[in-house]
């Protein structure tokens, strides 16, 4: 009977599971040093090059030589980037069985790896190894490995009690130890055949639970938190495709929850739902608007908004584990979200900015529109001559092209007055305005008080200021030319809009656009205010307007 495992790599569509080697030294010391792997693995701590180095290149090895398993290192298919380790561990050959633990990178968390890489694994140990059974153990705690294994396919077998050792922050910044039990799950090769019948999500997918429920005679019920029909599972169950009659007994939603545990009204508040995988948009609205509730998730808790939001100040109303003995309502500042490690589920409040407040009572829920009527507005709604490039009927057609939205970061490169930047922020997008000019600063904050909306202004040169900044969706370029849009293109924004007063600077940009893989379109502007009284030229502009839509994701 065979007693060690191949030597051996698994792909998938998007991963490599192969033995480490000494490049992943340096990216599996950087990532076992992350917070959430400190809390719920044994790892060293701090983890340090030495002990990467003897994991990877001594210890990994010998489990597989010894017979005790397997280790692999865990990469992307496409950029080779250490995602992961997955390790099979105290392995059975008598009874064919073993034990899987992964640990996941935290910038790869979101994408489905750890789904991916565990069933990788469970495919090659049932079809090509002949074993009968992978376990999982998972910390009651960890609800994000919890819900690995549910997508899955596993099955959860019990618990043990006081089985595991966690690690805890301490108000000190350190750590304490804490006791917790374990949830023992496990995989049979049959559970892969039915795995293959679940959806994209697994089994605890709504989709999947309304298949099961359509194919069952009689009625069923479903237990969800809070109010189903507020980001729940109504709409599902009430998809035409299932055929399904429901009735909906709800509860106090988490939200309305949240704001009643705070003592603060929520008509006027903006409600996200934050995935790992898609989180920045989750924090733009965050940038973008004075009182935002956040339906955290896994991976995209109160720390990771707090790290994305960066230099943007904002208190946090977070409340953990509502409607249980274990609930907890803590503020506090965004800059201290990132010492400690909260539990989920939890609510988010966040809240700062200098935003209208609503007076009396609202009349619409969420963002009141603007009070001003229209967009592109004149100059003199931003208390000064527009600058070179900034007339009303240009800005109009940058902005048509831009299509700023909620959930967008607009970059505004030369923000000149302002207008352009604030009229982003009116359409609910967040906004970074850029100029080197400490007077235009001053303009686009002043612009941006006066028309109740919040962008942060950055000071500095383009393109060395733009290096520190987060990913934009959008950019307009008012000024720097062709070296700057350039720059931009290298960040690989949805759309690029800039301008230029000649031929030649034109086609300069066209060709920057062009070359950062853009689909370029050139536009001659051409305005002319009337003396409507007279009807006589007042002041012509000219300008050539270019937009760039990425090609390629």
Same mark, same amino acid.
């Given at each position: 009977?065979?007693?060690?495992?191949?030597?051996?790599?698994?792909?998938?569509?998007?991963?490599?599971?192969?033995?480490? +080697?000494? $490049?992943?030294?340096?990216?599996?010391?950087?990532?076992?040093?992350?917070?959430?792997?400190?809390?719920?693995?044994?790892?060293?701590?701090p983890?340090?090059?030495?002990?990467?180095?003897?994991?990877?290149?001594?210890?990994?090895?010998?489990?597989?030589?010894?017979?005790?398993?397997?280790?692999?290192?865990?990469?992307? /298919?496409?950029?080779?980037?250490?995602?992961?380790?997955?390790?099979?561990?105290?392995?059975?050959?008598? &009874?064919?069985?073993?034990?899987?633990?992964y640990?996941?990178?935290?910038?790869?968390?979101?994408?489905?790896?750890?789904?991916?890489?565990?069933?990788?694994?469970?495919?090659?140990? /049932?079809?090509?190894?002949?074993?009968?059974?992978?376990?999982?153990?998972?910390?009651?705690?960890?609800?994000?490995?919890?819900?690995?294994?549910?997508?899955?396919?596993c099955?959860?077998?019990?618990?043990?009690?006081?089985?595991?050792?966690?690690?805890? #922050? &301490?108000?000190?910044?350190?750590?304490?130890?804490?006791?917790?039990?374990?949830?023992?799950?496990?995989?049979?090769?049959?559970?892969?055949?039915?795995?293959?019948?679940?959806p994209?999500?697994?089994?605890?997918h709504?989709?999947?639970?309304?298949? #099961?429920?359509?194919?069952?005679?009689?009625?069923?019920?479903?237990?969800?938190?809070?109010?189903?029909? /507020?980001f729940?599972?109504?709409?599902?169950?009430?998809? !035409?495709e299932?055929?399904?009659?429901?009735?909906?007994?709800?509860?106090?939603?988490?939200?309305?929850?949240?704001?009643?545990?705070?003592?603060?009204?929520?008509?006027?508040?903006?409600?996200?739902?934050?995935?790992?995988?898609?989180?920045?948009?989750?924090?733009?609205?965050?940038?973008?608007?004075?009182?935002?509730?956040?339906?955290?998730?896994?991976?995209?808790?109160?720390?990771?908004?707090?790290?994305?939001?960066?230099?943007?100040?904002?208190?946090?109303?977070?409340?953990?584990?509502?409607?249980?003995?274990?609930?907890?309502?803590?503020?506090?500042?965004?800059?201290?979200?990132?010492?400690?490690?909260?539990?989920?589920?939890?609510?988010?409040?966040?809240?700062?900015?200098? $935003?209208?407040?609503?007076?009396? $009572?609202?009349?619409?829920?969420?963002?009141?529109?603007?009070?001003?009527?229209?967009?592109?507005?004149?100059?003199?709604?931003?208390?000064?001559?527009?600058? +070179?490039?900034?007339?009303?009927?240009?800005r109009?057609?940058?902005?048509?092209?831009?299509?700023?939205?909620? $959930?967008?970061?607009?970059?505004?490169?030369?923000?000149?007055?302002?207008?352009?930047?604030v009229?982003?922020?009116?359409?609910?997008?967040?906004?970074?305005?850029?100029?080197?000019?400490?007077?235009?600063?001053h303009?686009?904050?002043?612009?941006?008080?006066?028309?109740?909306?919040?962008l942060?202004?950055v000071?500095?040169?383009?393109?060395?200021?733009?290096?520190?900044?987060?990913?934009?969706?959008?950019?307009?370029?008012?000024?720097?030319?062709? !070296?700057?849009?350039?720059?931009?293109?290298?960040?690989?924004?949805?759309?690029?809009?800039?301008h230029?007063?000649?031929?030649?600077?034109?086609?300069?940009?066209?060709?920057?656009?062009?070359?950062?893989?853009?689909?370029?379109?050139?536009?001659?502007?051409?305005?002319?205010?009337?003396d409507?009284?007279?009807?006589? +030229?007042?002041?012509?502009?000219?300008?050539?307007?270019?937009?760039?839509?990425?090609?390629?994701?």
């Amino acid at each position: 009977m065979t007693s060690t495992f191949p030597d051996i790599s698994i792909s998938t569509d998007r991963l490599v599971l192969r033995p480490f +080697e000494a $490049g992943d030294v340096s990216p599996l010391a950087e990532m076992m040093n992350d917070e959430l792997i400190t809390a719920w693995t044994s790892a060293p701590h701090p983890y340090t090059t030495a002990d990467a180095r003897d994991w990877a290149l001594r210890r990994a090895p010998s489990e597989r030589i010894s017979g005790r398993g397997i280790v692999f290192a865990v990469t992307e /298919f496409l950029t080779q980037r250490l995602v992961g380790t997955l390790h099979l561990r105290n392995t059975d050959w008598r &009874t064919l069985t073993t034990e899987v633990s992964y640990v996941t990178a935290p910038w790869a968390r979101g994408e489905g790896y750890a789904c991916e890489a565990v069933l990788a694994a469970a495919q090659w140990l /049932f079809r090509d190894q002949k074993f009968e059974r992978l376990e999982l153990r998972t910390a009651a705690d960890n609800s994000a490995a919890q819900q690995v294994a549910q997508k899955i396919g596993c099955v959860s077998e019990g618990v043990l009690r006081n089985a595991w050792i966690a690690r805890s #922050r &301490t108000e000190d910044a350190g750590w304490t130890e804490i006791r917790t039990d374990l949830i023992v799950w496990s995989l049979l090769p049959e559970d892969l055949d039915e795995y293959r019948d679940a959806p994209t999500g697994g089994y605890d997918h709504p989709d999947y639970a309304a298949r #099961r429920i359509a194919q069952h005679r009689g009625s069923a019920v479903v237990l969800a938190d809070g109010d189903p029909g /507020f980001f729940g599972v109504v709409r599902t169950l009430r998809g !035409p495709e299932h055929g399904l009659e429901v009735e909906v007994v709800p509860a106090v939603s988490s939200v309305a929850a949240a704001f009643a545990r705070a003592g603060m009204p929520w008509d006027d508040a903006q409600i996200v739902v934050a995935h790992s995988r898609d989180l920045r948009r989750a924090v733009n609205v965050c940038r973008a608007h004075p009182k935002v509730a956040v339906l955290t998730s896994p991976g995209a808790g109160p720390a990771e908004l707090a790290l994305l939001l960066g230099p943007v100040h904002r208190t946090f109303v977070i409340c953990e584990e509502l409607g249980t003995d274990r609930e907890e309502v803590t503020v506090l500042t965004s800059d201290r979200a990132v010492d400690h490690v909260w539990r989920d589920p939890n609510v988010v409040i966040v809240i700062g900015g200098s $935003g209208a407040p609503v007076r009396g $009572g609202g009349w619409i829920a969420g963002r009141d529109p603007s009070a001003v009527r229209g967009w592109a507005l004149p100059a003199d709604a931003y208390a000064g001559r527009p600058g +070179e490039g900034e007339t009303t009927e240009l800005r109009a057609a940058q902005l048509a092209r831009l299509g700023p939205r909620v $959930g967008d970061l607009v970059w505004d490169i030369g923000s000149g007055s302002g207008a352009a930047a604030v009229e982003a922020a009116r359409f609910g997008a967040a906004v970074i305005a850029v100029d080197h000019d400490p007077e235009a600063c001053h303009r686009t904050t002043a612009a941006a008080r006066h028309h109740g909306v919040q962008l942060q202004v950055v000071q500095g040169a383009a393109p060395q200021v733009l290096e520190d900044l987060p990913e934009p969706d959008v950019v307009r370029v008012g000024g720097g030319g062709a !070296p700057v849009v350039a720059a931009c293109a290298d960040r690989r924004p949805e759309r690029i809009v800039a301008h230029a007063a000649t031929r030649d600077d034109a086609e300069a940009i066209g060709r920057a656009l062009a070359e950062g893989g853009y689909t370029v379109e050139c536009t001659l502007l051409q305005a002319v205010e009337l003396d409507t009284a007279a009807w006589t +030229e007042r002041e012509r502009a000219v300008a050539f307007l270019l937009s760039g839509r990425r090609t390629h994701p």
